[in-house]
């Protein structure tokens, strides 16, 4: 059974610029999440896709957004990065929308913005 | 607003010795409450879910039990690799989608 998997796995972008992070979900999943963590916190809730549809979101702007492909993979596009987007994106896969089985997580894109 | 509240902020321990981590929570409506373990530079790992008061689940030197504003996780016995960052997080009822708040977590150092 292949896990979640992410790319890359460290990126170091500049102020202003736009960034893309990829996920692949674990077999079987058909729902992801995407999660920020910064420094010595825990994770926060970005949104979620199911069926190629964002079916939640946190309290984040709408220049953080995201897309599902048919394969389940998902992407993360972050545009007019912050200093303060330096962080650590997880990105997780269940095969259950509304809860019932644990969320599997990748091990994360660690983006660093100067 | 949902609130995940989790102490200490670190632990050392001695191997061998055992101890308790907690997980405070405010929910307006509890569906499940998680714990999960991180390595340095690694994503989360699922230990154990919770529903609802009075349950309890073990895996080797782990023991998480639940009640209806806190949970613990008690730690018999621990070993250095036991050492991580324990997060705790809940879902709540009502968000159409599955999405979990987490605390900070409990940064555990086990010495041998």
């Known amino acids: 059974e292949t896990g979640v998997t992410q790319s890359p796995t460290h990126l170091i972008k500049t102020r202003g610029q736009q960034v893309t992070l990829r996920c692949s979900s674990q077999?079987?999943?058909?729902?992801v999440s995407w999660y920020q963590q910064a420094l010595g916190q825990g994770p926060q809730f970005i949104f979620q896709?199911?069926?190629?549809?964002?079916?939640g979101r946190g309290n984040f702007p709408p220049r953080f957004s995201g897309l599902q492909f048919p394969n389940y993979s998902s992407e993360l596009n972050v545009n007019a990065l912050e200093l303060d987007d330096s962080a650590l994106y997880l990105c997780?896969?269940?095969?259950?929308?509304?809860?019932?089985?644990?969320?599997?997580f990748g091990n994360g894109t660690r983006l660093t913005v100067t | 607003e949902d609130q995940v509240t989790q102490s200490p902020e670190a632990l050392r321990l001695q191997e061998g010795e055992s101890s308790s981590l907690n997980c405070s929570y405010t929910?307006?409506?509890?569906?499940?409450l998680f714990w999960y373990r991180q390595d340095p530079g690694k994503g989360p790992e699922f230990l154990f879910t919770l529903y609802s008061a009075g349950e309890e689940k073990e895996k080797e030197r782990l023991k998480a039990t639940l009640t209806k504003k806190e949970s613990f996780l008690h730690i018999t016995a621990p070993k250095p690799e036991d050492s991580a960052t324990y997060l705790c997080?809940?879902?709540?009822?009502?968000?159409?989608?599955?999405?979990?708040?987490f605390g900070k977590g409990t940064k555990l150092s086990v010495i041998p």
């Open positions: 997080a809940v879902q709540t009822s009502g968000a159409g989608s599955y999405q979990l708040t």
């Open positions: 929910v307006s409506g509890l569906r499940g």
């Open positions: 997780a896969s269940t095969s259950s929308i509304q809860g019932g089985s644990p969320l599997h």
């Open positions: 077999s079987g999943h058909n729902t």
């Open positions: 896709y199911y069926r190629e549809e964002e079916n």
